[in-house]
C-alpha cells in the first residue's frame, strides 16, 4: 500500500528566498503526523506543493502514489488552508453541497448532516458564512475538508482561532479520524496539541526538517542530577532505570547523597532547541 | 454535472446573491426608460420641423440609426462594466483572499474553473447586451417608427464584443489584482474606443496614419472592430442624402467589419483561452 503522503529532496524557492530546501517525509495511512516550525519555516509551502497549490522548484512529492497535484491525488486528500475564506453568502450546508460537487461525493445530506455534527455545528446547517464567528468558519473548514472522505487530510493551523472547547471538539475529531484510518498532516503552532495527537513530529526549520520521531522520542530523557554535600553532579545519558546504580556508585565513593532528580524535556523543549540551534548556526 | 457547470452556476449565484443582477437591472431599467423618453421626444420634434426642412433627408432614418447608434455604445459600455465586475477577481483576487484554495484542490482542476468562471460571466453578459439591445431597438422602433435593416447583426457585434472583454479581463486576473486589472481592462476599453474614433475621422479626412492606428488596435482589441462592425451593419443600407450626414454624425462612420473579424475574434478568444490556461497552471496559490 502507498504512502498517504511521501516527498523526496522537495525543495521550493520563492525568487530569492528558500522555503523549502530538500525535505524528505512520508505520512502512512491512518498516521497523525505533525508538523512544527516557526514561522516562515515552510510548513505552508509544504502542505500547498501536497495539495498541488504550488509547483515545487525540485524533488517530487506523492499523494497515495499519484504525483501531487494531479487530479488523482487531489480526489484523494481534504484541505483546509491556514488563511482560508468561504463566501460569506453561503449557508453551511450549501457549502457543504457545493463541495460535495466538487469532490464528486455522493454522500448527499446525510454526509452533510455527520460532517455538521462531528465538528459541533449541527445547530447551524442553515447559518450564513458570513454571521458565523471566526471560530465556527474553522470548524466548517474542517467539515469541508472532510467531504467526500479523504484519505489524506491536510490542515494547516486547524486550531488558531478556535476557543478551549473548539479545541478540544478538533482534538477528539482527530483521535477520531485517526480511528477510521484517515491520514492526517497537521501544521500547528500548539505544541501540546500536537503532542497529545500526533504518532509522529516532524520540526521543520529554514526549509529543513531538523527533527523528527513520536512525541515521547523527542520528549526524551534529559538525564539524572544528584545533589551531594559537594555539589550537584550531572549524569546527562543517564535514565530513570539507572539512578540505583549511580546512588549505590557514588555512597560507595563516599559521597553523601541528598536528593536525586531524573530530568526529562518536553515536546517544547526539543522544539526550541532545534529552532533556537539552528537560528544560531 | 461537470465541475465546469458547477463552478459557473456558483458564480451566477453568488452573483444572484450580492443582488448584483437587482443593481443591473434596475439601473438598465431606467436607462431603457430615458432612452425611451428621449426617443420619443426626439422623433415628436422632428414630426413637427418636417415641414421646413430644406435637404432631402429621411428624419425618420437620420433619427432612429443616430439614437439606436447611441444606444449601442451605451449597451456596450454597460456590457463591459458588468462583464469587468464578474472577472475582475476571480483568480489572484481571490487566491488573495483566500476564496480560491479551497475550490482549486478539488479533482475539477484549474482548467474547469476558469472554463466555469468564464461561462457564467460571458454568458451573462450576452444575455445582457442582446436584451439591451433589443429593448433599445423596440422602443427606436415603437417610437419613431424606424427599424434597422438587418437587426440581428449589431446584436451579435455587441454579444461578441463583450464575450471578448470577459475573456481579457478573465485572463487579466490571473497576473493582477482585482483593481489593478478593473483599471487595465477599462483602459484597454478606452483605448479601444478612442482608435475607433481615429479610424472614423481616418476615413472622413482619409489619413493614412489614422485608419493604419485604427486598424492594428482592431487586430489587438478586436471587441472595438465588432461593435464597429455591428455599427457599421446598422446603417450600411441607408442611401441618398440621409447616408450623407448619418455618415457624419457621431455612430454613422463605423468601419465595415471585414471578412477576417470574425475568425479572427473566435481565434483571439481561442488565444486567450490558451494564454489563461498556461499562466493559471504556473500560477502558485
Given at each position: 500500500?502507498p504512502?498517504?503522503?511521501?516527498?523526496?529532496?522537495?525543495?521550493?524557492?520563492?525568487?530569492?528566498?528558500?522555503?523549502?530546501?530538500?525535505?524528505?517525509?512520508?505520512?502512512?495511512?491512518g498516521?497523525l503526523?505533525?508538523?512544527?516550525?516557526?514561522?516562515?519555516?515552510?510548513?505552508?509551502?509544504?502542505?500547498?506543493?501536497?495539495?498541488?497549490?504550488?509547483?515545487?522548484?525540485?524533488?517530487?512529492?506523492?499523494?497515495?502514489?499519484?504525483?501531487?497535484?494531479?487530479?488523482?491525488?487531489?480526489?484523494?486528500?481534504?484541505?483546509?488552508a491556514?488563511?482560508?475564506?468561504?463566501?460569506?453568502?453561503?449557508?453551511?450546508h450549501?457549502?457543504?453541497?457545493?463541495?460535495?460537487?466538487?469532490?464528486?461525493?455522493?454522500?448527499?445530506?446525510?454526509?452533510?448532516?455527520?460532517?455538521?455534527?462531528?465538528?459541533?455545528?449541527?445547530?447551524?446547517?442553515?447559518?450564513?458564512?458570513?454571521?458565523?464567528s471566526?471560530?465556527?468558519?474553522?470548524?466548517?473548514?474542517?467539515?469541508?475538508?472532510?467531504?467526500?472522505?479523504?484519505?489524506?487530510?491536510?490542515?494547516?493551523?486547524?486550531?488558531?482561532?478556535?476557543?478551549?472547547?473548539?479545541?478540544?471538539?478538533v482534538?477528539?475529531?482527530?483521535?477520531?479520524?485517526?480511528?477510521?484510518?484517515?491520514?492526517?498532516?497537521?501544521n500547528?503552532?500548539?505544541?501540546?496539541?500536537?503532542?497529545?495527537?500526533?504518532d509522529?513530529?516532524?520540526?521543520?526549520?529554514?526549509?529543513?526538517?531538523?527533527?523528527?520521531?513520536?512525541?515521547?522520542?523527542?520528549?526524551?530523557?534529559?538525564?539524572?542530577?544528584?545533589?551531594?554535600?559537594?555539589?550537584?553532579?550531572?549524569?546527562?545519558?543517564?535514565?530513570?532505570?539507572?539512578?540505583?546504580?549511580?546512588?549505590?556508585?557514588?555512597?560507595?565513593?563516599?559521597?553523601?547523597?541528598?536528593e536525586?532528580?531524573?530530568?526529562?524535556?518536553?515536546?517544547?523543549?526539543?522544539?526550541?532547541?532545534?529552532?533556537?540551534?539552528?537560528?544560531?548556526? | 454535472?461537470?465541475?465546469?457547470?458547477?463552478?459557473?452556476?456558483?458564480?451566477?449565484?453568488?452573483?444572484?446573491?450580492?443582488?448584483?443582477?437587482?443593481?443591473?437591472?434596475?439601473?438598465?431599467?431606467?436607462?431603457?426608460?430615458?432612452y425611451?423618453?428621449?426617443?420619443?421626444?426626439?422623433f415628436?420634434?422632428?414630426?413637427?420641423?418636417?415641414?421646413?426642412?430644406?435637404?432631402?433627408?429621411?428624419?425618420?432614418?437620420?433619427?432612429?440609426?443616430?439614437?439606436?447608434g447611441?444606444?449601442?455604445?451605451?449597451?456596450?459600455?454597460?456590457g463591459?462594466?458588468?462583464?469587468?465586475?464578474?472577472?475582475?477577481?476571480?483568480?489572484?483576487?481571490?487566491?488573495?483572499?483566500?476564496?480560491?484554495?479551497?475550490?482549486?484542490?478539488?479533482?475539477?482542476?484549474?482548467?474547469?474553473?476558469?472554463?466555469?468562471?468564464?461561462?457564467?460571466?460571458?454568458?451573462?453578459?450576452?444575455?445582457?447586451?442582446?436584451?439591451?439591445?433589443?429593448?433599445?431597438?423596440?422602443?427606436?422602433?415603437?417610437?419613431?417608427?424606424?427599424?434597422?435593416?438587418?437587426?440581428?447583426?449589431?446584436?451579435?457585434?455587441?454579444?461578441?464584443?463583450?464575450?471578448?472583454?470577459?475573456?481579457?479581463?478573465?485572463?487579466?486576473?490571473?497576473?493582477?489584482?482585482?483593481?489593478?486589472?478593473?483599471?487595465?481592462?477599462?483602459?484597454?476599453?478606452?483605448?479601444?474606443?478612442?482608435?475607433?474614433?481615429?479610424?472614423?475621422?481616418?476615413?472622413?479626412?482619409?489619413?493614412?496614419?489614422?485608419?493604419?492606428?485604427?486598424?492594428?488596435?482592431?487586430?489587438?482589441?478586436?471587441?472595438?472592430?465588432?461593435?464597429?462592425?455591428?455599427?457599421?451593419?446598422?446603417?450600411?443600407?441607408?442611401?441618398?442624402?440621409?447616408?450623407?450626414?448619418?455618415?457624419?454624425?457621431?455612430?454613422?462612420?463605423?468601419?465595415?467589419?471585414?471578412?477576417?473579424?470574425?475568425?479572427?475574434?473566435?481565434?483571439?478568444?481561442?488565444?486567450?483561452?490558451?494564454?489563461?490556461?498556461?499562466?493559471?497552471?504556473?500560477?502558485?496559490?
Amino acid at each position: 500500500m502507498p504512502a498517504a503522503f511521501d516527498c523526496r529532496e522537495l525543495s521550493k524557492r520563492y525568487g530569492g528566498t528558500v522555503a523549502l530546501a530538500g525535505v524528505d517525509l512520508e505520512v502512512q495511512p491512518g498516521e497523525l503526523v505533525g508538523l512544527l516550525g516557526p514561522n516562515g519555516a515552510g510548513k505552508s509551502t509544504l502542505v500547498k506543493i501536497a495539495c498541488g497549490l504550488v509547483r515545487p522548484s525540485a524533488g517530487e512529492a506523492h499523494v497515495v502514489g499519484e504525483p501531487a497535484g494531479s487530479a488523482a491525488a487531489r480526489a484523494t486528500i481534504g484541505y483546509l488552508a491556514e488563511l482560508f475564506r468561504f463566501p460569506e453568502w453561503l449557508r453551511a450546508h450549501e457549502l457543504l453541497s457545493l463541495h460535495q460537487r466538487l469532490a464528486r461525493s455522493e454522500g448527499g445530506e446525510a454526509e452533510r448532516r455527520e460532517l455538521l455534527e462531528l465538528v459541533g455545528l449541527a445547530d447551524a446547517a442553515g447559518t450564513r458564512v458570513g454571521a458565523m464567528s471566526k471560530g465556527m468558519q474553522q470548524r466548517l473548514g474542517i467539515a469541508q475538508a472532510l467531504v467526500g472522505t479523504p484519505g489524506l487530510l491536510m490542515l494547516d493551523e486547524p486550531t488558531s482561532a478556535l476557543d478551549p472547547v473548539g479545541r478540544r471538539i478538533v482534538r477528539d475529531l482527530l483521535l477520531e479520524l485517526k480511528r477510521r484510518g484517515v491520514a492526517v498532516l497537521l501544521n500547528s503552532h500548539l505544541l501540546s496539541e500536537v503532542e497529545r495527537v500526533c504518532d509522529r513530529v516532524a520540526i521543520l526549520v529554514g526549509g529543513r526538517i531538523v527533527a523528527r520521531g513520536s512525541p515521547a522520542e523527542l520528549a526524551r530523557a534529559g538525564g539524572v542530577e544528584v545533589e551531594l554535600e559537594s555539589g550537584v553532579r550531572s549524569f546527562p545519558e543517564a535514565s530513570r532505570e539507572q539512578v540505583p546504580k549511580i546512588v549505590a556508585e557514588l555512597v560507595a565513593a563516599g559521597e553523601r547523597v541528598y536528593e536525586v532528580r531524573v530530568l526529562s524535556s518536553t515536546l517544547e523543549d526539543t522544539y526550541l532547541e532545534a529552532v533556537e540551534g539552528v537560528t544560531a548556526s | 454535472m461537470s465541475g465546469a457547470l458547477t463552478v459557473a452556476a456558483y458564480a451566477l449565484r453568488e452573483s444572484t446573491r450580492r443582488r448584483v443582477f437587482v443593481v443591473v437591472l434596475l439601473l438598465t431599467v431606467a436607462f431603457l426608460a430615458l432612452y425611451g423618453v428621449g426617443t420619443e421626444a426626439a422623433f415628436d420634434s422632428i414630426d413637427a420641423q418636417a415641414a421646413g426642412a430644406v435637404l432631402d433627408v429621411n428624419d425618420e432614418v437620420l433619427t432612429g440609426s443616430t439614437l439606436l447608434g447611441l444606444a449601442m455604445f451605451t449597451t456596450l459600455f454597460l456590457g463591459c462594466v458588468l462583464a469587468v465586475f464578474l472577472t475582475l477577481g476571480a483568480v489572484r483576487g481571490d487566491a488573495e483572499r483566500g476564496l480560491l484554495q479551497p475550490l482549486v484542490v478539488r479533482p475539477l482542476g484549474r482548467t474547469a474553473l476558469l472554463g466555469g468562471r468564464f461561462a457564467a460571466a460571458a454568458g451573462v453578459c450576452a444575455l445582457y447586451v442582446a436584451a439591451v439591445y433589443t429593448g433599445a431597438m423596440v422602443i427606436t422602433g415603437v417610437a419613431g417608427g424606424w427599424w434597422p435593416a438587418d437587426p440581428v447583426s449589431p446584436g451579435l457585434g455587441l454579444v461578441a464584443g463583450v464575450v471578448v472583454i470577459a475573456a481579457l479581463s478573465l485572463l487579466g486576473s490571473i497576473f493582477l489584482s482585482a483593481t489593478a486589472n478593473g483599471i487595465a481592462v477599462f483602459m484597454a476599453f478606452g483605448a479601444g474606443l478612442a482608435a475607433g474614433l481615429l479610424g472614423q475621422i481616418g476615413d472622413a479626412l482619409n489619413v493614412e496614419t489614422l485608419k493604419n492606428i485604427a486598424e492594428v488596435a482592431s487586430w489587438l482589441l478586436p471587441f472595438e472592430a465588432l461593435y464597429q462592425g455591428g455599427l457599421n451593419s446598422l446603417t450600411e443600407s441607408i442611401g441618398g442624402n440621409t447616408a450623407l450626414i448619418v455618415q457624419l454624425g457621431p455612430f454613422g462612420g463605423a468601419q465595415e467589419a471585414g471578412p477576417l473579424l470574425w475568425p479572427w475574434a473566435a481565434a483571439y478568444l481561442l488565444l486567450i483561452a490558451a494564454a489563461a490556461r498556461a499562466a493559471f497552471a504556473r500560477r502558485d496559490l
